[in-house]
C-alpha cells in the first residue's frame, strides 16, 4: 500500500509521534492504521492514541429520552456552516423524536419510517437539495432501562458530542446528569474492568511487554520485578479506558466510583458519540479554490 502524507499526517495527528516515525511504522505495517498506532507505542515512540484524535467529518449527534426510552443519533454534513442551519437543526431533532418513538433495528429501517405523509429518506433528500451539502444519517442507538433505574444524559457544544448513562436502582437526576458529563469529557471505553473483554486485556499486556522489551534501563532487572512492572502499566492503562476508575472530573481527588458509592448507585452502561467519530475529513485547500474561481 502507497504510503501517502495525508496517512502519515493522520497517524502524527493521532500519536503526536515525529513525521519520520509515522512514515516508518506504516511502512512497515503496510499502510495499517491501527496496526501503526500499536507498533509505536510497542516502541515507545506514542500513547495510545485518543478517541476524539479520530474525530474528522462535520454534523451533529442528539440524545433524547422518553420513559424508558432513549436515543443518541448522529447526522452527518460536509462543513461545520449547516450545523447552525435551521433546517439541518429541525432535521435532527425530527430524526432523533421518529426513531426514538418507532425503535427501528437499522438505519435502512429508519429512513423508510413515515414522518407526515413522506418517509424520512425523503426529509435528508429534501434537506440536501435545499441546503447544498449532502446530509445522511450515520447512525443511531435506542437504549432501554428498567423503571428503577435513571438515564443521564448531556450534550457537549450543542450537539458535538452526545452522551447517555444508564444509573441503576436510583433517582439521583445530579449525579446521572455528571457521568453523562464524565462520559463525554473523559471518552471512556468501559465501564469497568468487569466490561472488558479479555482480549483487550491481553492486547494491552503484549502492548505494555514490548514496551518493556525496548527500555533498556530495565535490560537487567530480574524476571518477576519486570512482571510486576508489565501488571503495574497494564493497570495504569485499563483504568484509564474505565469509567469507573477515572478521576471525577469535577473532584480529581476522588474516582468515579467513590461518587457513585456515595450515592449509593452504580452506571450500568453507557453510550457516547462524537461527530465524525473515524471518518475521514475532506481537505479543503481555500486559496487554492480561490485561484480557481478567478481562473489564476
Keep these: 500500500m502507497a504510503i501517502t502524507a495525508a496517512l502519515v499526517k493522520e497517524l502524527r495527528d493521532r500519536t503526536s509521534a515525529g513525521m519520520m516515525d509515522c512514515k516508518k511504522a506504516l511502512t512497515e505495517c503496510d499502510g495499517d492504521m491501527e496496526a501503526a498506532i500499536t507498533w509505536l507505542r510497542e516502541k515507545g ?7 476524539a484524535g479520530r474525530i474528522a467529518a462535520e454534523g451533529l449527534t442528539r440524545v433524547v429520552t422518553d420513559g424508558n426510552r432513549a436515543c443518541l443519533i448522529e447526522v ?32 435502512e429501517e429508519a429512513l423508510a419510517l413515515d ?3 413522506v418517509t424520512l429518506e425523503s426529509k435528508f433528500i429534501d434537506a440536501t437539495a435545499t441546503i447544498g451539502e449532502k446530509i445522511t444519517l450515520r447512525r443511531f442507538e435506542i437504549v432501554e432501562k428498567a423503571d428503577n433505574d435513571i438515564f443521564g444524559t448531556y450534550m457537549h457544544m450543542g450537539g458535538k458530542i452526545s452522551a447517555c448513562v444508564v444509573m441503576k436502582n ?24 468487569n466490561h472488558m473483554p479479555a482480549d483487550v486485556v491481553e492486547k494491552e499486556r503484549t502492548v505494555q511487554m514490548e514496551i518493556m522489551k525496548n527500555d533498556e ?28 476508575d477515572q478521576p471525577f472530573f469535577k473532584d480529581p481527588n476522588q474516582k468515579v466510583s467513590q461518587i457513585l458509592k456515595a450515592a449509593n448507585t452504580e452506571v450500568e452502561s453507557f453510550v457516547r458519540y462524537a461527530v465524525g467519530e473515524g471518518l475521514e475529513k475532506r481537505e479543503e485547500n481555500f486559496a487554492e479554490e480561490v485561484a480557481k474561481q478567478i481562473g489564476k
Design 170 to 193: 436510583s433517582d439521583n437526576a445530579e449525579v446521572a446528569k455528571d457521568m453523562a458529563m464524565q462520559v463525554a469529557s473523559m471518552s471512556p471505553s468501559y465501564v469497568s474492568r
Design 217 to 244: 534501563s530495565l535490560a537487567n532487572k530480574p524476571e518477576k520485578v519486570l512482571q510486576g512492572i508489565v501488571e503495574g502499566r497494564l493497570s495504569k492503562s485499563l483504568q484509564e479506558m474505565c469509567l469507573v
Design 115 to 117: 414522518v407526515n405523509g
Design 76 to 107: 452527518n454534513s460536509e462543513t461545520d456552516f449547516v450545523a447552525k442551519n435551521e433546517q439541518f437543526l429541525d432535521l435532527i431533532n425530527t430524526t432523533a423524536d421518529v426513531i426514538l418513538k418507532a425503535a427501528p433495528k437499522t438505519v
Design 45 to 51: 515512540i506514542a500513547k495510545a492514541a485518543k478517541k
